[in-house]
């Protein structure tokens, strides 16, 4: 594991990063999804890209890198472009799973790869409209402490800043930023998936012009028992 320091709009980020392979000529970013880090993503494919420079980053706020901002989406891919123009890397290969896909997306890399990818957004269960109409209701009264029983699973124990960055990223409409998306697109999707269902994956494989749609066995974290056919058609598709 190393650390790199980026600076963004005068703040100081620490990034955690490892790379596998760093002689190899080619090259692959890969970004984890929201509430994850770089371990799970590097457990599932450190042996499958073994003729590549594998670079696993932790994204601000998660694992072993830090945050003190309120960030969108954007700021995560420009803070992304300045670790890779830092660190020296030249991925032509960008995957991101979740969250991390969307930031891939703004990466515009040659090759996009997307795993069950956030971006579209859903219609939200009538349980949850529900929660959402009673917290309104509630919060002027002063009843500050129903907040926890409302908050979202992937938004527990934040810090102030990581928590007012997931209310800007959860429910993005990213549908513009995947049509102004030029290269080869490659797309692995849970069929069981129901944090991005599988109709969303569709969606994003409509609106990119030059993608491909593999929806395979599993749930939100389906690529961890599917790993080397996903590496299998990267690699074929990409040489």
């Known amino acids: 594991m190393a650390l790199k320091e980026i600076i963004y709009r005068k703040e100081s980020?620490?990034?955690?990063?490892?790379?596998?392979?760093?002689?190899?000529?080619?090259?692959?970013?890969?970004?984890?999804?929201?509430?994850?880090?770089?371990?799970?993503?590097?457990?599932?494919?450190?042996?499958?890209?073994?003729?590549?420079?594998?670079?696993?980053?932790?994204?601000?706020?998660?694992g072993g890198s830090?945050?003190?901002?309120?960030l969108t989406t954007e700021d995560y891919a420009y803070i992304v472009k300045l670790f890779i123009k830092a660190v020296g890397l030249n991925p032509?290969?960008?995957?991101?799973?979740?969250f991390g896909g969307k930031v891939a997306t703004l990466l515009n890399p040659k090759y996009l790869i997307l795993l069950s990818s956030a971006g579209i957004k859903t219609k939200k269960p009538w349980t949850i409209k529900v929660k959402i109409a009673t917290f309104k209701l509630l919060k002027p009264l002063g009843f500050n402490k129903i907040k926890e029983l409302f908050?979202?699973?992937?938004?527990?124990?934040?810090?102030?800043?990581?928590?007012?960055?997931?209310?800007n990223v959860v429910d993005e409409d990213f549908e513009l930023s995947f049509s102004k998306y030029k290269g080869s697109a490659m797309l692995f999707w849970g069929k069981e998936?129901?944090?991005?269902?599988?109709?969303?994956?569709?969606?994003?494989?409509?609106?990119?012009?030059n993608s491909k749609f593999y929806p395979l066995d599993g749930d939100h974290f389906f690529f961890l028992k599917h790993a080397h056919f996903i590496a299998k058609v990267v690699k074929s598709s990409s040489e």
């Open 92 to 98: 032509t290969i960008v995957m991101g799973h979740s």
């Open 66 to 70: 830090s945050n003190s901002m309120i």
């Open 193 to 209: 998936d129901t944090a991005t269902p599988l109709y969303t994956g569709e969606k994003i494989a409509s609106i990119i012009d």
């Open 13 to 62: 980020f620490k990034l955690s990063y490892e790379m596998l392979n760093p002689n190899a000529k080619k090259g692959i970013l890969i970004l984890h999804g929201w509430g994850s880090n770089k371990e799970i993503m590097k457990q599932a494919f450190g042996k499958e890209f073994k003729e590549y420079r594998q670079t696993y980053l932790d994204l601000p706020g998660f």
């Open 151 to 167: 908050i979202s699973p992937d938004a527990k124990g934040m810090s102030h800043e990581m928590y007012e960055t997931f209310k």
